[in-house]
């Protein structure tokens, strides 16, 4: 996967991602009442699109990836527009975790590429402070596309591992959004409930 990755990273920041990046990144801005104090990490967060504005926004974000190219998009992009709260880390979080909490989690387009889904959220759970919330962006499952999600059964899987305040919007649907299909483009924001 990281390969695969790597072979994209710089013609990644496509009119048609920034644009899709630009519409998580103002859905989570409206979930989010105060942004300025929380500590973020941006899973699977590739060349910046989401973490770089949200970056101008908040405390901190931690930007990981495993495609070393893609992070060093991310870092060029930075640099450039001199953003100094950011941190890349290329790391397999599933393989080795972080020994740290963050007040919110950012997932943008990158669910659908994890082969363990339980074990996915499991991380998420366990990488957010209480009461920190998780924002998921993915698309929706369809007919002809099956890599994609049913939002109720993510929202069930989200509850069983600990999640609560559970709930769905649709940001974005359109023909030839997500391998060349109809699609839909959801967020699902979840919070990380008390023990």
């Known amino acids: 996967m990281k390969h695969d990755f790597n072979h994209k990273a710089e013609t990644f920041d496509s009119p048609k991602n920034i644009f899709l990046a630009n519409l998580v990144c103002q859905a989570v801005e409206k979930q989010i009442d105060v942004l300025s104090d929380k500590e973020i990490l941006d899973f699977g967060g590739g060349t910046g699109l989401l973490s770089l504005p949200l970056a101008e926004q908040t405390k901190s974000v931690t930007l990981v990836d495993i495609s070393d190219k ?95 305040s559970v709930h769905s919007q649709i940001l974005y649907s359109a023909e030839d959004l997500f391998q060349g299909n109809y699609s839909e483009l959801f967020l699902t924001v979840a919070q990380k409930s008390l023990a």
């Open 70 to 164: 893609m992070l060093e998009q991310a870092r060029l992009k930075a640099e450039q527009q001199d953003i100094k709260n950011i941190q890349f880390l290329e790391q397999n979080l599933l393989a080795k975790p972080l020994e740290q909490e963050f007040d919110l989690i950012v997932v943008c387009r990158v669910l659908h590429h994890m082969p363990d889904l339980d074990a996915t959220l499991s991380l998420f759970h366990q990488h957010l402070i209480e009461n920190g919330q998780l924002l998921l962006a993915d698309f929706t499952k369809t007919e002809a596309n099956h890599h994609g999600f049913d939002l109720a059964e993510l929202e069930k899987q989200l509850i069983e591992h600990g999640f609560s």
